[in-house]
T-cell receptor, first 115, second 117 residues
């Protein structure tokens, strides 16, 4: 199984809502990533989890709160978002974070619209 | 600092034409890895290839081929006999040495390829 799954596929939320994005992989990977991608731009790294611990936070605003309940699951909790946060949110996983050798496998993304 | 440059923002070709997507990278690391990803309209990034800095052999996979030239810091991607299904955004990416404090994966800005029937 070389698949990373993400739910939901689409999400529309108001600025006062609280919602969560979910990501799951069953490849035994120990590193998981959240990326944000705006239209016609490359993905931008937000967070990296390695062995279920947060390793990188790329100065992401606190209205985005990641969580890694176990090695297969990664959540992104959203609260009080702004319209400019509308984007495609991609999850990825790799065998290990500490090795530049490992390719990252990406999920299909969640297309988020903030009204 | 690491950097990946994809100078071609958009390319349009007619089906069955060959097309080459350019990628130039910058890094001070001795060991590094280069990647190509495909992003179709559905949004998912699909891994295509990984190449390490010590392996300059060109690679061919079906209609896809990659040319890695360390002397020019380039890792170009050629699609032979393009098909409509090749229409996508293609990203070149670089991963350097972990202890250099590098971002795990540095992406180029992408090249949008449109193959017209």
């Amino acid at each position: 199984d070389t698949e990373v799954t993400q739910t939901p596929k689409h999400l529309v939320m108001g600025m006062t809502n609280k919602k969560s994005l979910k990501c799951e992989q069953h490849m035994g990977h120990r590193a998981m990533y959240w990326y944000k991608q705006k239209a016609k731009k490359p993905p931008e790294l937000m967070f990296v989890y390695s062995y279920e611990k947060l390793s990188i936070n790329e100065s992401v605003p606190s209205r985005f709160s990641p969580e890694c309940p176990n090695s297969s699951l990664l959540n992104l909790h959203l609260h009080a978002l702004q319209p400019e946060d509308s984007a495609l949110y991609l999850c990825a996983s790799s065998q290990a974070y500490q090795s530049s050798y490992n390719e990252q496998f990406f999920g299909p993304g969640t297309r988020l619209t903030v009204l | 600092a690491q950097k990946v440059t994809q100078a071609q923002t958009e390319i349009s070709v007619v089906e069955k034409e060959d097309v080459t997507l350019d990628c130039v990278y910058e890094t001070r690391d001795t060991t590094y890895y280069l990647f190509w990803y495909k992003q179709p309209p559905s949004g998912e990034l699909v891994f295509l290839i990984r190449r390490n800095s010590f392996d300059e052999q060109n690679e061919i996979s079906g209609r896809y081929s990659w040319n890695f030239q360390k002397s020019t810091s380039s890792f170009n991607f050629t699609i032979t006999a393009s098909q409509v299904v090749d229409s996508a955004v293609y990203f070149c990416a670089l991963s350097g040495e972990f202890n250099s404090g590098n971002t795990p994966l540095v992406f180029g800005k992408g090249t949008r390829l449109s193959v017209i029937a």
